[in-house]
């Protein structure tokens, strides 16, 4: 399994092999201690999407560390 890393801003999970910078939101603040994981997929349409701020479809980390 690949490793993931999680943005602290956003909490946007992505495979570690990727950009060395959030997909979504363009920070450098990565990391690899994180907890909880929800994926989504209509934002416009999710409560739990509202309450993380969410705007774009994917996978986020529901705790970072």
Same mark, same amino acid.
């Given at each position: 399994?690949?490793?993931?890393?999680?943005?602290? %801003?956003?909490?946007?999970?992505?495979?570690?092999? =990727? =950009?060395?910078?959030?997909?979504?939101?363009?920070?450098?603040?990565?990391? %690899?201690?994180?907890?909880?994981?929800? !994926? !989504? &997929?209509?934002? =416009?349409?999710? #409560? !739990? &999407?509202? %309450?993380?701020?969410? &705007? #774009?479809?994917? &996978?986020?980390?529901?705790?970072?560390?």
């Amino acid at each position: 399994m690949a490793k993931r890393l999680v943005c602290r %801003e956003c909490h946007r999970v992505q495979d570690a092999g =990727e =950009e060395q910078s959030c997909v979504v939101c363009g920070s450098t603040s990565l990391s %690899e201690d994180w907890a909880g994981y929800v !994926i !989504i &997929a209509h934002p =416009e349409k999710s #409560e !739990i &999407a509202r %309450e993380m701020d969410v &705007a #774009e479809p994917g &996978a986020y980390a529901l705790k970072v560390r």
